[in-house]
């Protein structure tokens, strides 16, 4: 089996991602607001130093393209780059949440919902098509949710919601288009970390003065965050979206091995055969989009 580098970075990008769990993991200590913070300051810094070496030209055919918009659209790009902001704020924080509060179960449970989550939305909000077979897989998905909520409610309230949170920026980026992702992304960081600066007493109780917990931030920061998303941005030059649709699914799988086979986490008869109806579910909903990926594998 032969991949291409393009495909060989996609798998490398969720690979990382799968094992986010653990950096998070060794500072569970800290409270996720004071985590959030310093990892958004991080990676702004990070971003800043890779936008400023290998963006430069980018960023100026960027603003040229935005000052050629008209005030309207200059409005709407501005809305959805901050508003894309602040729900990638919000959904950072609460996966941090749930990985050292809750438990990684929960965080691995998120991801598998939220692309049929996206889909839905899509369908709602921008017209995109669902066929029938993949509404017959909404509809297992809902059941999966219904067993697994009569186990824990909020657990699956947590589930639920940060993927919904992680949706809507999807589907508001959807709607973003013409600018390089990675230099939105670093304005989306810099309006958080701006925002989060004015909450700077409520999140951070005591300044950490541990190198240990800074070397963990800056681990999440350049391997966690920016070096998964400049694979991801290149792998996407030359795989289209479903081939990625599927291969995302690699994260939460390795999320919840390593909740089960390392954390010691359990699952009950209720969650085993909520996530077996899901797994059919997602085996339905991204058919078509696996018979695509065909041509990306040579033998």
């Not at 049929?116 to 909404?138: D, R």
Request: charged share 10%.
């Amino acid at each position: 089996m032969k991949m291409n580098k393009h495909y060989a970075a996609a798998i490398s990008a969720f690979l990382i991602w799968g094992f986010f769990p653990i950096p998070l993991r060794l500072i569970q200590t800290y409270p996720a607001g004071e985590i959030l913070y310093f990892r958004i300051l991080f990676s702004l810094i990070t971003l800043l130093v890779v936008i400023g070496g290998f963006r430069r030209k980018t960023l100026g055919s960027d603003l040229a393209y935005f000052n050629s918009l008209n005030r309207g659209q200059r409005r709407q790009v501005g809305l959805l780059t901050l508003g894309g902001g602040a729900l990638l704020t919000v959904n950072w924080f609460l996966f941090i949440y749930v990985v050292n509060s809750i438990n990684i179960k929960t965080a691995s449970f998120t991801y598998l919902v939220c692309p049929v989550i996206t889909a839905v939305l899509g369908s709602i909000m921008l017209k995109e098509k669902i066929t029938p077979v993949q509404w017959i897989a909404v509809t297992l998905c809902t059941i999966s949710c219904i067993m697994i909520g009569l186990n824990s409610v909020s657990e699956l309230g947590y589930s639920l919601f940060t993927a919904l949170t992680y949706a809507l920026y999807l589907i508001s980026q959807r709607s973003n288009q013409g600018f390089d992702r990675l230099i939105i992304l670093g304005i989306q960081v810099v309006f958080a970390f701006v925002a989060l600066s004015f909450m700077y007493g409520y999140l951070v109780e005591t300044v950490p003065s541990s190198p240990y917990f800074y070397s963990i931030i800056s681990i999440i920061a350049v391997l966690f965050t920016v070096i998964p998303l400049f694979l991801n941005l290149y792998a996407l030059n030359r795989i289209n979206a479903a081939t990625i649709g599927i291969l995302m699914y690699i994260n939460p799988l390795l999320n919840f091995l390593l909740a089960i086979s390392i954390y010691g986490e359990s699952v009950t008869v209720l969650q085993a055969w909520g996530y077996g109806i899901i797994s059919i579910a997602l085996v339905l909903f991204n058919y078509n989009n696996f018979q695509k990926i065909r041509p990306l594998v040579r033998t």
